[in-house]
């Protein structure tokens, strides 16, 4: 079956501009989690969702960071107002069993403010 | 609380020559553990998992990884690596109680020379 979707794969935005980023979890996958990664760190954790129960957003870095789930499904991930420090590889990962925690990753979007 | 500790950012190594990432993590209950590996520009790929049982876990390409308890270690280990084995590897920790959110590693790079 498919695997974990994300798009766009590339983002280019001016500073000042919103973004919107699509996260596609694997069908029948209740958690889905959004993750950054930025050159030569880990992930950073930004926000967890399991089934319809509310979002853990423990990992949000500000306000302008925003992600909803609709139908348990479909994520997206909204920056307002993007800043240069925004850069980053935003990856998205989906899960069977939330105690088990086997991820399965998206490819990740890629984005630069310029 | 979680955390984990990847002590090598980096890790030069020659063709067929064995190799061992290393992983150390810290948690106040049972754990369950993983390594992923990311090849460039792509999302992060699972390679093996610890849950329960064996405390030698065998993966894909050829990887294992040996969970031991008492120096709360998840080292990864190839007897011989080969050119595509390049990528980078994460180490993350997961467990009961809530801890529903995985936490990983800064990552190791993993660079096979000819």
């Known amino acids: 079956g498919a695997g974990v979707s994300q798009s766009p794969s590339n983002k280019v935005t001016e500073k000042g501009k919103d973004v919107e980023l699509r996260c596609d979890p694997i069908?029948?996958?209740?958690?889905l989690y959004w993750y950054r990664q930025s050159l030569g760190q880990g992930l950073e954790f930004l926000i967890y969702f399991q089934g319809n129960s509310a979002p853990d957003k423990s990992g949000l870095p500000s306000d302008r960071f925003s992600a909803e789930r609709t139908g348990g499904s479909v994520s997206t991930l909204t920056i307002q107002r993007t800043q240069q420090e925004d850069s980053a590889v935003y990856l998205c990962a989906s899960s069977l069993d939330r105690v088990l925690n086997e991820q399965f990753f998206g490819p990740g979007t890629r984005l630069t403010v310029l | 609380a979680q955390s984990v500790t990847q002590l090598d950012s980096q890790v030069p190594v020659f063709e067929e020559a064995p190799v061992e990432l290393r992983c150390n993590y810290s948690s106040s209950v049972s754990v369950y553990l993983f390594w992923y590996v990311q090849y460039p520009n792509q999302g992060l790929q699972l390679l093996l998992k610890y849950l329960s049982g064996s405390t030698l876990v065998k993966g894909i390409n050829g990887f294992e990884a040996e969970f031991n308890k008492s120096q709360t270690s998840f080292h990864l280990r190839k007897p011989s690596v080969h050119i595509s084995d390049t990528a980078e590897y994460f180490c993350a920790v997961s467990g009961g109680r809530g801890s529903y959110i995985p936490t990983f590693g800064r990552g190791t790079s993993l660079i096979v020379h000819p």
């Open positions: 069908s029948g996958h209740t958690a």
